[in-house]
């Protein structure tokens, strides 16, 4: 006899948590697509393009410097290995 009232309480259930899954899924997919507009916002590209300009510029003149002293290295043992009258 209450059959039918079993029944309504489960599609009831089921109708609920697909919608809360439902909401949360679209706040969710809305804050990714917030934070992605955030990234490319003209303000934080600029503020990243300055960072990333420093971290190669550093890494730059690291690579300057090791490469200057390798080479000041390498022309002082050709020069002793070469020098005049060692022949």
């Given amino acids: 006899m ?3 009232v079993r029944w309504l309480f489960r599609r009831v259930f ?3 948590t697909g ?3 439902g909401f949360g899924g679209a706040m969710w997919i809305r804050r ?3 934070q992605a507009l955030e990234r490319v916002m003209p303000q934080r590209v600029r503020a990243d393009v300055a960072d990333g300009a420093k971290k190669v510029g550093g890494s730059l003149r690291g ?3 090791d490469g200057r002293a ?3 290295a390498r ?3 050709l020069r ?3 020098a005049p009258g060692r022949r």
Avoid: I
């Fill in 80 to 82: 002793r290995e070469y």
């Fill in 75 to 77: 022309e002082a043992e």
């Fill in 14 to 16: 089921w109708v609920g």
């Fill in 32 to 34: 990714r697509l917030q």
């Fill in 63 to 65: 690579a300057v410097t």
């Fill in 19 to 21: 919608a809360a899954a």
């Fill in 2 to 4: 209450f059959r039918p």
């Fill in 70 to 72: 390798a080479m000041h």
